[in-house]
């Protein structure tokens, strides 16, 4: 089991950049597969980003293709997305996931999750 703490969300405007952070704790980081979901008001939690436990492969919803990147720092034991031109419907709580084993996009798949972090995007 590994316990995870988001950080770095926060009230932004429209085409802005966001950064958030994901401290690992508890685990072996590296055989954790570490995925990012996030879920609006009234919708279900959906799969934004994620990477394997080496960093060379990720996977990204289509919706933030192209704006968003994960990485994670394997000497620092965290996890990343750099978001890039965010749009209003990018609003909503981010969550930091782990699971050991390969990508999945599904939340049910996900082990361990962090407490969330809210981004809101204002017009």
């Known amino acids: 089991q590994v316990q995870l703490v988001e950080s770095g969300g926060g009230l932004v405007q429209a085409g802005d950049s966001l950064r958030l952070s994901c401290a690992a704790s508890?685990?072996?980081?590296?055989?954790?597969?570490m995925a990012w979901f996030r879920q609006a008001p009234g919708k279900e939690r959906e799969f934004v980003a994620g990477?394997?436990?080496?960093?060379?492969?990720?996977y990204y919803a289509d919706s933030v293709k192209g704006r968003f990147t994960i990485s994670r720092d394997s000497a620092k034991n965290r996890v990343y997305l750099q978001m890039y031109s965010l749009k209003l419907e990018d609003t909503a709580v981010y969550y930091c996931?782990?699971?050991?084993?390969?990508?999945?996009?599904?939340?049910?798949?996900?082990?361990?999750w962090g407490q969330g972090t809210q981004v809101t995007v204002s017009s």
């Open positions: 508890g685990g072996t980081f590296s055989s954790y597969y």
């Open positions: 996931a782990a699971r050991r084993g390969y990508y999945r996009s599904s939340p049910d798949r996900y082990d361990d």
């Open positions: 990477i394997n436990g080496s960093g060379g492969s990720t």
